[in-house]
């Protein structure tokens, strides 16, 4: 499957656990975003990434997130002590290039929180 | 800042009609467009998209939109409506300059069609 792959899809957790979302970006793809998406809205963005580098974060929550795109492995979408809010699918994209529109997104992860 | 608005949460139309989906967007700087559809359980597709020349933008599945920059304005066409049609839809903007990679998505367009 050469798409952008996101795991787990669905992730339970309760109160005050720790939440890691995963994303795997295209092959060949070096540009990684996450976006969240809450019940009838439309998609927010949270962060873009590069391999090793957070290039802009201006949609993370200032706290409790973390993002991070390694030189080996997938992108990590981390969320410590979860609150009820934070409740929403996550999805993750990727593009070439940050000039080589579009963005391909993945299938998304739902986070429930208990 | 940019923003995106979308009319019309929940647009119903029969197999065969023309399907009509409006989107109208805030930028202060020449931006770049495209909607995208979403089927349940799924991520997001892109369906066409505007950058710069060519005002009517030929997508996949027969849809098209047109860039009025008058009317800040994007909106999705198909002349024939079909049953695989049924999904949400989103309607995107992002700056043609810098933070060309930093979309604004509207709040969507949920499609039914009708046998």
């Known amino acids: 499957n050469a798409g952008v792959m996101q795991n787990p899809r669905h992730l339970v957790r309760r109160r005050g656990q720790e939440a890691r979302l995963r994303c795997s970006p295209m092959k060949g793809h070096s540009h990684v975003y996450w976006y969240r998406q809450l019940p009838e809205e439309g998609l927010k963005f949270m962060v873009y990434?590069?391999?090793?580098?957070?290039?802009?974060e201006s949609g993370m929550p200032k706290e409790r997130f973390s993002a991070e795109f390694p030189k080996e492995g997938p992108s990590i979408l981390r969320i410590q002590q979860v609150v009820r809010g934070d409740s929403a699918a996550y999805f993750c994209a990727s593009s070439g290039d940050r000039n080589n529109q579009p963005q391909h997104f993945g299938d998304g992860t739902r986070l429930s929180i208990l | 800042a940019q923003s995106v608005t979308q009319l019309g949460s929940h647009v119903s139309v029969s197999e065969g009609a023309l399907v009509l989906l409006r989107c109208n967007y805030s930028s202060s700087v020449p931006p770049y467009l495209f909607w995208y559809v979403q089927y349940p359980n799924q991520g997001l597709q892109l369906l066409l998209k505007y950058t710069t020349g060519a005002t009517l933008v030929k997508g996949i599945n027969g849809f098209e939109a047109e860039f009025k920059k008058s009317e800040t304005s994007f909106h999705l066409t198909k002349p024939s409506a079909h049953m695989s049609d049924a999904a949400e839809y989103f309607c995107?903007?992002?700056?043609?300059?810098?933070?060309?990679?930093?979309?604004?998505f509207g709040k969507g367009t949920l499609l039914t069609v009708n046998p």
């Open positions: 990434l590069q391999k090793e580098n957070i290039i802009d």
């Open positions: 995107a903007v992002s700056d043609g300059g810098g933070s060309n990679y930093k979309l604004t």
